[in-house]
């Protein structure tokens, strides 16, 4: 009686993936000591505003919406817009538009006053916000091009105190009514679902860019291969199959034997395009609970077969205005009454007007 042959047939699994998505941190608010620094580290890495700004830049919902709650609260100007506010020819309402988008990207905003000889106020520059740390009684702020590297050398500033002698350059720093050295952003409970939408964009320009076909496994029956011919293999079949007009990722399965055939399969997509559909839609919403956004169509974006009508629009308007940027308007005026408080930096605000007809 033969002795039955209970030797298994090898099989090995490669997973071939498209280049990964960009890298979507975890980053939170943090504020840390460093032995032998004058100033308080901005996030743990001393580089949070680099964070909040590059989720300004990638993040199409939020970007819109800071970029519509800068210009809802500038609205019109200030009544003193027009008038000159340093050397370089900008006006008073260029600088308050530049501090009004830090206000809403990072909770506060930095103004550079400049002292004539006689110690009067003689320009205002708008001081990115990102750039400037303060120490622990809020005395100093420090700017610096590049806070990445340990060894930075900042330039250092007094904040704003018109009662000191001497003055030359100072540094109004505002941030906000936080109770912590730096200000948190309004929408900073929005953070995680920003990041999803950054991540749905990257996988999707992912699938475009670096796949074969959405979920494949390719059967290889004809034996098991050496790893240097695998590797060989598997260059030769990304060079080949993973261009911008194919998508997603393969999985390669090396087997003993199938009659030295190769088959391709495709699996089960799992409903994958209406759950991204869902999740863009859970995300946007997200985005705008954070920022206390009414409607999305005041970001221009009109709800299809929703019979939105234009009175809804101006009640949206109208709650958006009083309860988000009427309180943010008045901040920003008030803080710059500080500076120069013989200015009137009473704002315009937007005012659109109703049509019947």
């Not at 790893?227 to 090396?254: H, I, N, P, V, Y």
């Not at 308007?317 to 120069?340: D, G, L």
Request: proline letters at 4%.
């Amino acid at each position: 009686m033969a002795k039955k042959d209970n030797k298994k047939v090898a099989s090995t699994l490669t997973m071939l993936s498209m280049p990964p998505v960009a890298n979507v941190t975890q980053t939170r608010f943090a504020e840390a000591f460093s032995t032998g620094k004058d100033w308080v580290c901005y996030g743990s890495d001393n580089k949070f505003p680099d964070f909040l700004y590059t989720l300004y830049l990638n993040s199409p919902t939020h970007g819109a919406i800071i970029d519509a709650k800068t210009m809802f609260t500038m609205g019109e100007g200030f009544a003193c817009g027009e008038e000159q506010a340093n050397f370089r020819g900008e006006t008073f309402n260029e600088v308050g538009r530049k501090c009004t988008q830090d206000y809403h990207l990072f909770g506060g905003f930095a103004v550079q006053v400049i002292f004539n000889k006689a110690g009067k106020i003689a320009e205002i520059y708008w001081a990115d916000f990102s750039k400037l740390r303060i120490n622990k009684n809020a005395t100093k702020a420090y700017w610096a091009d590049d806070w990445s590297s340990y060894q930075t050398s900042p330039i250092e500033y007094d904040t704003f105190n018109l009662a000191m002698t001497n003055k030359t350059s100072q540094i109004f720093y505002y941030r906000g009514n936080s109770r912590t050295y730096y200000p948190i952003p309004s929408y900073y409970a929005g953070c995680t679902a920003i990041q999803t939408e950054m991540l749905i964009q990257d996988y999707h320009i992912s699938n475009l860019k670096y796949g074969f076909t959405p979920n494949v496994v390719v059967n290889l029956n004809n034996g098991v291969p050496s790893d240097e011919e695998r590797e060989a293999f598997e260059k030769k079949f990304r060079e080949k199959f993973c261009s911008s007009t194919s998508a997603g990722q393969f999985l390669l399965s090396w087997n003993e034997n199938k009659d030295n055939a190769i088959t391709v399969e495709k699996l089960d997509d799992d409903n994958i395009d209406k759950k991204f559909l869902q999740l863009s839609k859970d995300t946007n919403e997200s985005i705008s609970i954070a920022h206390r956004l009414t409607s999305l169509t005041l970001l221009g974006r009109t709800p299809a077969n929703t019979g939105f009508t234009k009175n809804e629009y101006l009640e949206s308007y109208s709650i958006f205005q009083s309860t988000v940027i009427a309180p943010c308007q008045k901040e920003i005026s008030r803080n710059f009454r500080k500076i120069m408080p013989d200015k009137d930096w009473s704002i315009k605000p937007f005012v659109v007007e109703r049509n019947d007809e």
